[in-house]
């Protein structure tokens, strides 16, 4: 079973309004970063991607209903995600909020499922990366400081390495609890923080240097005035600290005892990507 269908077979054959929103935002494409992350690491420890399906749909979940609730008229008010209407647009706002609330719940459900020695360890890190003291705590600090003028560098930081550092980092560090490789967990969890960094201040560059339908959602951050990496640092250095980033995510990768080389190659595709 491919993994997109094991996203569909978590969900009953037939459907509510609600699990149909979910299903919309689930399947509506995207890179699949993180599962593909999760899987990277599972193959450098010898363990087959199939055995990480569970996990990965889970963070997959939690990831899209951040981008449901993301794209709510009272956040950002996004008419466009993936190339495809939002949620909201799609249905309307309150099925979207419970379609949101719905992929939380049912990532929990979902990431039980995984055979794991350790499943009290699994499921509070994936809580805690996407909860109060992570992703929703680099959400607040976003909000917080969406206009506020003098914003630093480690502000910004500080806000996506929860916002976005958290969600990047968790496909690795379950990865390496379902392995039983715990004392891997702290340099994985520092790698995919810094990889989070990066990618955001990816985003940030492309908001400038490309268009709505490049990207297939809104750019619309730097024109609207919050605060960016690019609009602290400007594009040039914006740019150079990216390159610093990811080099100190190859760096840390390096240090780890495992095969690597799966990691790196899905790292070089996040290095590359376009969008």
Known sequence: MHFEEYL???????????????????????????????????????ISKEEGYPIAAAIEMIHTYSLIHDDLP????DDFRRGKLTCHKMFDEATAILAGDGLLTRAFETITKANCKHMGLLVSTLAKASGDEGMILGQELDITLE???????????????????????????TAAILANRLEDVPVLF??????????????DIFDVTKSNEEMGKSCSDFENGKTTY???????????LLETTFN??????HSLPMNVQPLLEMIDIIIKREK
Request: no cysteine.
């Open 74 to 77: 009272s956040m950002d008010n």
């Open 248 to 253: 100190m995510v190859l760096d840390r990768v």
């Open 190 to 203: 520092e790698v995919g923080t810094l990889l989070g960094l990066a990618f955001q201040i990816q985003d």
């Open 8 to 46: 569909r077979y978590v969900y009953p054959e037939k459907l509510s309004r609600v699990q149909e929103a979910e299903l919309y935002s689930l399947l509506a494409g995207g890179k699949r970063v993180r599962p593909n992350i999760h899987f990277a690491v599972l193959e450098g420890y010898g």
């Open 230 to 240: 690019v609009s602290v640092l400007g594009l040039k250095k914006a740019q150079e």
């Open 147 to 173: 206009h506020a003028k003098d914003v630093t560098i480690e502000q910004l930081k500080q806000i996506h390495n929860n916002k976005t550092g958290q969600l990047l980092a968790v496909p690795m560090t």
